[in-house]
């Protein structure tokens, strides 16, 4: 099996009672060769992998970045020109192999390689992927893992001390040997300006529901290059508009008296939370509940394995770990209009006047999109009679991780005919009034990125017509005010400053309308 399906067949107004994933054989169909790993077939790779001497992959994610460790597991997509001359019956099934990543950090010159894996499904041999120019992935461009950012805490528990009594008087939080009242961080990047760099500008915010909006004036500017987490150092600070070159000389300016401080309100009074506030409207009923979609009888489309069928529309699908939604093979009336239409990469660009807002670019395939695609909840992000899909990813862990109900499918009205006419007589009457109702079926996934949360549509209409549409939610990304901040931003809150940015959405569809 490649994805386990969790099926709701229900009539309108019934509870959700989600079932356990329920598996079954990948239908022998062309879309088998683009369904994900098993995890199966993930063990088998990361097995394989350990058993070769000449990697030295330590077997767990250890406790040392100075190691070498398998960081990602995912399908090596075949190529287009070996899956049309299969999927079109007169070329041999391409190999089902895996496209593996290795962070070397036990050597000399440590870098990040990127292999492919297989055959499958056991698999006996690797090789390594060179790009151009033969030049190596610098280790310091590595995305960072669980490991880096639980020594990133530690090492900013130790280096903080120093603004421990500052932080108390202005906040009421502080990062050093805390229990409740404790700040937290959201990193930016890119991590350096320049190659080789790992240095990321971190944002202290109060550890609280909706911590993104509640940053507390202080960002640190943390050099995290060396494998030796005991000589990560903070470049710069920036408190409230000023920068300092040390934890020391900002204490030491508080403590002369020499400091504005900033002092964000009281966080028992939430305004970031995420409880429903407010009401429906006054002229409205707001005890009963909202519209809903349903199936009076029934399901029309079919799940088999990764092969979708919906009216005249038969693709694969799959959940990329490093980027997510990925369709294959799509067909209309048994016509490939597309061999791909896929997400590839998020974008966002910031603009403000501290530090961290100036430098935040964000890339989000860099925090593995795919495997933040966390629970959808039925009734909220998908209906209740939807299909939900689990994934399984080998991503920054030891062993394949199940990500529950990461997908959902459910065919939905649209609220617009798809055609209708009515066809006046032009004499008070009418000859013949026609009309179609408007239906849909519906992809979705989600990818939460730290503050925002996007969700990812892919739409399969009964004419033929294919929509990707993405909706973003979650939080803003958000930076302490100061007035000069106003150039970038806009207030939101007595310290919150919004902060002008730009989405860069990027996919790949690769059509193959009438003829490749």
């Known amino acids: 099996p490649r994805l386990g399906v969790q099926s709701l067949a229900l009539p309108c107004g019934a509870a959700a009672v989600v079932a356990g994933p329920t598996a079954g054989p990948a239908p022998e169909l062309g879309a088998s060769i683009f369904a994900d790993l098993s995890p199966a077939e993930l063990r088998a790779v990361r097995s394989f992998l350990l058993s070769r001497p000449e990697l030295g992959l330590v077997a767990g994610r250890g406790d040392s970045l100075a190691s070498n460790s398998l960081f990602l597991v995912e399908l090596q997509v075949p190529r287009k020109s070996q899956a049309r001359q299969f999927l079109d019956g007169g070329g041999p099934r391409p190999p089902r192999l895996a496209r593996a990543i290795i962070f070397f950090g036990e050597q000399a010159q440590p870098n990040v390689t990127e292999f492919v894996v297989g055959p499958l499904p056991r698999p006996s041999s690797y090789r390594a992927v060179s790009y151009k120019g033969g030049r190596p992935i610098p280790f310091a461009a590595r995305p960072v893992t669980l490991l880096e950012y639980e020594l990133m805490h530690r090492r900013l528990q130790e280096l903080t001390a120093p603004l421990d009594r500052l932080l108390r008087d202005s906040t009421g939080y502080w990062y050093h040997n805390c229990s409740r009242r404790c700040l937290t961080f959201s990193d930016v990047a890119p991590r350096g300006l320049g190659p080789g760099e790992r240095r990321s500008w971190l944002i202290l915010q109060r550890s609280v529901e909706g911590h993104f909006l509640h940053p507390v004036g202080l960002e640190l500017l943390l050099d995290h290059r060396s494998r030796d987490p005991r000589r990560w150092a903070l470049r710069q600070l920036w408190y409230n508009g000023q920068y300092f070159a040390s934890a020391p000389e900002l204490a030491g300016r508080y403590e002369r008296g020499e400091l504005a401080?900033?002092?964000?309100?009281?966080?028992?009074?939430?305004?970031?939370?995420?409880a429903p506030r407010g009401r429906f409207g006054t002229g409205t009923r707001t005890d009963v509940h909202g519209?809903?979609?349903?199936?009076?009888?029934?399901?029309?489309?079919?799940?088999?394995?990764?092969?979708?069928?919906?009216?005249?529309?038969?693709?694969?699908?799959?959940?990329?770990?490093t980027a997510g939604l990925q369709l294959f093979d799509l067909r209309f009336n048994g016509e490939r209009l597309a061999h791909e239409l896929s997400v590839q990469e998020a974008v966002a660009f910031y603009g403000g006047h501290s530090p961290a807002a100036m430098q935040t670019k964000y890339i989000d395939a860099?925090?593995?999109?795919?495997?933040?695609?966390?629970?959808?909840?039925?009734?909220?992000?998908?209906?209740?009679?939807?299909?939900y899909l689990d994934a399984h990813h080998l991503y920054d862990a030891a062993g394949p991780v199940r990500y529950r109900r990461a997908l959902c499918l459910f065919e939905l009205p649209t609220g617009v005919p798809l055609r209708r006419h009515f066809d006046s007589d032009f004499r008070g009457g009418y000859?013949?009034?026609?009309?179609?109702?408007?239906?849909?079926?519906?992809?979705?996934?989600?990818?939460?990125?730290?503050?925002?949360?996007?969700?990812w549509d892919v739409l399969l209409y009964p004419n033929g017509v294919l929509e990707a549409k993405v909706h973003a939610t979650g939080y803003v990304h958000a930076t302490f005010y100061t007035p000069r901040g106003l150039h970038y931003g806009s207030r939101l809150h007595r310290d919150v400053l919004g902060n002008l940015h730009t989405h860069l959405l990027h996919y790949k569809v690769d059509l193959d309308v009438a003829g490749a």
């Open 261 to 274: 401080l900033a002092r964000p309100p009281s966080p028992e009074l939430l305004f970031s939370t995420y």
């Open 291 to 321: 519209a809903k979609v349903c199936e009076p009888q029934g399901r029309r489309y079919r799940l088999q394995g990764n092969l979708l069928e919906y009216g005249g529309w038969r693709l694969a699908l799959r959940l990329r770990s």
């Open 366 to 387: 860099a925090w593995g999109m795919g495997t933040l695609a966390h629970e959808l909840a039925p009734g909220v992000d998908c209906p209740e009679t939807a299909t």
């Open 431 to 455: 000859r013949f009034y026609g009309g179609l109702e408007g239906q849909a079926l519906l992809l979705r996934t989600t990818a939460t990125v730290y503050n925002y949360d996007y969700l």
